[in-house]
């Protein structure tokens, strides 16, 4: 009798679960687990899409050492998640403090917020391209009827790098709102009760109640921004192609580029295992951070 | 045991009743073949219509078009062929049949009295689809040429008689005239929209005299004077604003443009000649001969039909890609899509714009055959973004162009390797 309840414990207590879970990990082993192995063992080989496969050893990585293209895309890739982790935190933040209470008709302005994170990035692509367009671009039409100058919006290095940071936070902050206003609307409403009893302001509210409240959906946001921009391509590809010039080409371009026109796979599968380990050193750096704060409080 | 063993027994028999049915019928079977296709303006449209005729004749045979934007074909084909699963037939450029010699399926003898089918060919055309060992690995279906398309209406605004001044002009008078055109046409800010594209580049390229790959197609030969002459001229028409920065640093369209009348003239692919027929009709427009430099040049290319090996349904495919490709048949496609053919058989009468098509194929014939050997070459193919990219990066002033020029040879020389 003993035996037979340890029996339908131990069932309930690992198999049952394992059970449960065993449809998505199938899946995950299939479609994530295998194809990031495959090209792992890729980035060893010089593996051609038309043509032989031959063992390479390490000279794929080698390669990547004087490969100009690729650190100038990695430094591209760098430099648009600094601009755009710090910026869309804020933005999707500051959208969720205004569209996380229950008043009435705030789903509205929640849903308005979100129609950008539902429109496919090739589709925002093209209607920013024809909004910013130097010549038949409607902004610059706008301006020229108004007297004014018209901008070189995506035919600047500069200018090209500042429309494709604010058209990814444009799109992708209502995405992020709805993680902040989960998390700001789980925060008990008690607090806020003794702070107002207690005399606290609105900033003090904030700062003290739901910004600490709200860090661990701030780092996962932080985290998935981060991945996210790292990957960033069809946006980018549609809206400037990389241009002008190299000026907004970011290393998942190169990778395809490299991939499907130059046809080495192999060598594109190396740039793909560097950029998992850079998302990977940075993804720890954040969790390791976000530890140290809590251990400091 | 019995029992089982008879069970075994009738399975196998009605199976092979059912292998011998197939095979009787199989003169009858439906086969539907795959055809892979990218569009300039209706082709895909024009290609069913021509085939119409070959499909009512042959009831069992469908056809399964699947359309696929110019930008993601050569990747589309690729993954296909890679796949195993390559399109029974596929339209393919100069660049593709490049690209995929190897996988493309040799017609020398699965066409029946190959070389007199094959004589009325155009032979520029042919050399494109011909391997280093005979094969003929395409059927050439048009013959296309880069050239100039200008607003006739601003440059007779301007004083000039567009057409006398193009029948011998040179780049330089090109250039003096395009500076009186822009500077006399109030509210005009831009002389030429010149397509984004190395091949249509090229075409400065060779008139300059350079080239891209050596006699021979073994290694690159781009980092000569002629070509950091080119790339010199090329950013002096950027610098003066005669080419606006939109197209080649911000991918805005030069159709778009020329259609809008924002720029005097357009250089590209002869097959824009059908798309401005039906689009522009606020301004009187005009094919001009390409002005001279050392050489006046255009540069040939066209698009060809082929099947790929392992294709599911090889000797239908090749049947139609033949009726397609006979005469009548071509001469339809080409005069409904406003294209040269490229059978030198072909009597084709346009309905209109014929002496557009009359000029491009004029500087065709003056184009020399190492513009077709530079781009059969595939690693033109593998190296195509980044010549674009090394090109704009000297236009910004981030490298000389000496250095661009140096950067191509020695990226295209890695992919010879």
Redesign the interface.
């Known amino acids: 009798m003993a035996t037979k309840k340890r029996a339908a414990s131990s069932f309930h207590q690992i198999k049952a679960p394992l059970l449960f879970l065993a449809p998505n990990v199938i899946i995950f082993i299939i479609f994530i687990i295998y194809p990031a192995l495959s090209g792992i063992k890729m980035s060893f080989y010089d593996w051609s ?2 043509g032989d496969t031959a063992f390479a050893g390490f000279s794929n990585y080698k390669y990547l050492i004087n490969d100009e293209m690729f650190w100038k895309t990695l430094g591209n890739s760098l430099r648009f998640v600094v601009m755009v982790v710090p910026l869309l935190t804020i933005a999707a933040l500051g959208v969720a403090l205004l569209v996380a209470g229950h008043e009435k008709g705030i789903g509205l302005y929640r849903g308005l917020y979100y129609i950008p994170t539902l429109l496919s990035f090739v589709i925002v692509g093209i209607s920013w ?1 024809w909004l910013l ?4 671009g409607v902004i610059n039409y706008i301006i020229k009827l108004s007297g004014g100058t018209p901008q ?1 919006w ?4 500069l200018m ?1 790098n500042i429309s494709l940071v604010f058209i990814t936070v444009w799109c992708q902050t209502g995405f992020y709102m709805v993680m902040f206003v989960g998390g700001l609307q789980a925060i008990p409403g008690s607090l806020y009760e003794a702070a107002k009893i207690d005399g606290a302001n609105t900033w003090q509210m904030f700062t003290k109640i739901k910004f600490p409240m709200i860090r661990p959906t701030t780092l996962v946001v932080m985290v998935l921004a981060t991945i996210n921009a790292f990957k960033a391509f069809e946006l980018i590809f549609v809206l ?8 907004t ?1 970011f290393l998942v371009q190169n990778i395809y ?1 490299v991939a ?4 080495k796979l192999g060598y594109a599968a190396a740039q793909a295992v560097i950029l998992m380990m850079v998302i990977g050193i940075l993804t720890f750096v954040q969790f390791k951070l976000n530890g140290k704060e809590h251990d400091n409080e | 045991m019995k029992r089982i063993l008879a069970f075994v027994c009738l399975v196998f028999m009605v199976g092979v009743v059912f292998a011998n049915g197939n095979n009787e019928s199989s003169a009858n079977e439906e086969v539907t073949l795959s055809v892979l296709w990218f569009n300039d303006g209706n082709e895909s449209d024009i290609f069913l219509d021509t085939v119409s005729d070959y499909l009512e004749a042959n009831p069992n045979i469908k056809i399964d078009l699947q359309l696929v934007s110019f930008g993601d074909y ?2 589309q084909l ?2 296909m ?2 796949g195993g699963s390559p399109p029974d037939i596929a339209r393919v450029t100069t660049s593709h049949v490049a ?2 010699s ?2 493309l399926l040799p017609l020398n003898d699965k066409i029946a009295d190959f070389d007199s089918y094959i004589d009325p060919f155009n032979k520029a055309s042919l050399a494109f689809a011909t391997k280093p060992n005979g094969e003929i690995v395409a059927l050439p279906t048009e013959a296309t040429a880069n050239g100039m398309i200008v607003n006739v209406d601003l440059f007779t605004n301007a004083g000039i008689d567009i057409k006398t001044l193009s029948k011998t002009w040179t780049w330089d008078d090109w250039y003096a005239a395009m500076k009186t055109v822009v500077e006399k046409n109030e509210g005009l ?2 002389g030429l929209g010149f397509d984004f594209s190395p091949h249509r580049w090229s075409t400065l390229l060779y008139a300059a005299g350079g080239r891209f790959v050596n006699e021979g197609g073994t290694a690159m030969d781009f980092d000569s004077p002629e070509t950091v002459d080119t790339l010199k001229f090329f950013k002096k028409l950027h610098d003066e604003k005669l080419i ?3 197209i ?5 369209n030069p159709q ?2 020329f259609q ?1 009348g ?1 720029v005097a003239s357009h250089i590209g692919g002869s097959w824009v000649i059908n798309k401005y027929n039906s689009s522009i009709t606020a301004f009187k427009w005009a094919a001009v001969n390409m002005p001279k430099r050392k050489i006046r040049s255009s540069v040939a290319g066209g698009k060809f039909i082929a099947s790929f090996k392992g294709a599911e349904n090889e000797a239908e495919a090749v049947k139609l890609m033949m009726h397609f490709s006979d005469q009548e048949h071509n001469a339809i496609y080409c005069k409904e899509t406003f294209n040269l053919s490229a059978r030198t058989d072909a009597n084709i009468t346009f309905e209109s714009r014929s002496e557009d098509f009359n000029i491009m194929a004029e500087d065709l014939a003056m184009t020399p055959a190492l513009t077709a050997e530079d781009w059969k070459s595939p690693v033109l ?6 010549i674009r ?1 090394q090109i ?2 000297g ?2 002033e ?1 490298q000389t162009m000496e250095e661009s020029a140096k950067n191509i040879q020695a990226k295209g020389n890695e ?1 010879f390797k």
């Open positions: 899409i038309l391209r367009g130097d010549e038949i070189r995506l035919t600047s290095p090209a400037t192609k990389g241009g002008p010039g190299v000026s080409k580029q499907f026109e130059e046809d | 050569d990747k690729k993954l062929i890679a690209t995929f190897n996988s800010n831009y606006p920065p939109s080649w640093m911000g991918s805005e778009e443009l809008a924002l193919g593998k190296i195509y973004s980044y990219e704009i990066e236009l910004l981030n992919a």
